[in-house]
């Protein structure tokens, strides 16, 4: 059974930084591509960064330079470092695991205010 657990989002002011973190069981993590997406109230899920099971990182242009993507396959988590934060950047953001299936996370909220 498969399951993707956020944790990590909350209030900011615009110019701070939060750090997302996405626990994942039930799944082979070691060879799955793990990611990061948002939906903001009234929009459609978008894109944010990515990972494959070999590293190599891939973001949205909205947030290359500010978000950080890594993962930690010893403890089977997968993170988003967010620096710079701008209130656009305000939506749930979404877990996703890609192993032949697309597996998601329920979300957790991040407010960045202004």
């Known amino acids: 059974q498969v399951a993707l657990v956020e944790s990590g989002g909350g209030l900011v002011q615009a110019g701070g930084s939060l750090r997302l973190s996405c626990a994942a069981s039930?799944?082979?993590?070691?060879?799955?591509?793990m990611g990061w997406y948002r939906q903001a109230p009234g929009n459609q899920r978008e894109f944010v960064a990515s990972?494959?099971?070999?590293?190599?990182?891939n973001y949205a242009d909205s947030v290359k330079g500010r978000f950080t993507i890594s993962r930690d396959n010893a403890k089977n988590t997968v993170s988003l470092q967010m620096n710079s934060l701008k209130p656009e950047d305000t939506a749930v953001y979404y877990c996703?695991?890609?192993?032949?299936?697309?597996?998601w996370g329920q979300g957790t909220q991040v407010t960045v205010s202004s």
């Open positions: 990972v494959t099971r070999s590293g190599s990182t």
């Open positions: 039930g799944i082979a993590f070691g060879i799955a591509t």
């Open positions: 996703n695991a890609q192993i032949g299936f697309n597996y």
